[in-house]
């Protein structure tokens, strides 16, 4: 694996390059940033060219200056991959990752070769989301807005490590999927403005959070790039029955169940995420 800095809409961009093949893009959810796509590079490199970026605000690329959402991702990943030479490509995501796909494949349908997802928010969740027994599943979105939230989860290393692991412990279903990385995880949110910068993704997108939970969502044409769905069955952030309205999203899916797993497939069974991942890209033509 290289480690490059790719500037890129006026940003500096901490990238994680490995493999040969066809390029894919792999874009991490929160609380992570690259070196959660490590297991699945490792076993795809032989087939693909894995770029995993930092996003912005994320790891060791810049911080944003103020909210950075979906959309801002969405241009900085079009222009890193033009920075990188490279003019089509795969598209992997989850969680925030996943949000960031879906704007990108609307700004630039032609770029995507095919969109893969795992456990990710797309509008026909809806006001399911926001529904009384899920409260409890979202404080975080509404804590990371507050401008003490940095300075009381960043207090101290051991504070981070807490609330970090409580997310990546909790939202997993095999428990120890993150066990082998805890620290260098702390290490890294616990760097000078990554919590923050983090953070930032849920103060700008918290309008169309609420838009969506309201009902209110905008009412979108399908996006067309092939897209396969690969949705957790233990997610108890995001239950697989929000799967039902995909279909309203994208035009041309491909989805089932992932057996087994919780919120992070791609960490808790990397074998099985890595053969979806490559099935489904050759299917499209795409290896």
């Not at 076993?43 to 959309?71: E, H, N, Q, V």
């Not at 494949?105 to 026909?124: C, I, K, N, S, T």
Request: with cysteine.
């Amino acid at each position: 694996m290289e480690h490059l800095t790719i500037r890129a809409n006026g940003a500096n961009f901490h990238v994680v390059r490995a493999g040969q093949g066809k390029p894919l893009l792999l874009l991490h959810g929160w609380p992570e940033f690259w070196l959660t796509w490590e297991p699945v590079i490792s076993r795809l490199s032989d087939r693909f060219t894995l770029i995993a970026p930092d996003l912005r605000g994320f790891g060791d690329s810049d911080k944003p200056d103020g909210p950075y959402g979906p959309d801002g991702h969405a241009a900085d990943m079009l222009a890193l991959m033009e920075g990188l030479g490279i003019e089509r490509f795969g598209l992997v995501g989850h969680d925030v990752g996943g949000a960031v796909m879906q704007p990108l494949a609307r700004q630039a349908p032609e770029r995507p070769a095919g969109l893969f997802f795992f456990d990710f928010v797309y509008p026909g969740i809806g006001p399911r989301m926001a529904a009384p027994d899920r409260l409890n599943h979202i404080w975080y979105q509404s804590f990371h807005q507050m401008e003490m939230a940095a300075a009381l989860v960043g207090a101290s290393r051991e504070s981070c490590r807490l609330y970090i692991g409580h997310f990546l412990k909790g939202w997993a279903h095999r428990k120890n999927a993150f066990d082998d990385v805890l620290d260098a995880f702390a290490d890294n949110f616990f760097k000078d403005g990554n919590l923050a910068g983090g953070f930032a993704h849920y103060r700008a997108s918290h309008a169309g959070r609420v838009a969506m939970m309201k009902g209110e969502a905008p009412k979108l044409p399908p996006i067309d790039v092939p897209t396969c769905v690969r949705w957790a069955e233990h997610d108890p952030l995001f239950p697989f029955a929000w799967t039902d309205r995909l279909g309203e999203t994208f035009s041309t899916l491909d989805l089932a169940m992932f057996p087994g797993v919780g919120h992070f497939p791609h960490r808790e069974y990397p074998d099985r995420a890595a053969a979806e991942i490559a099935a489904f890209f050759q299917r499209v033509g795409w290896s």
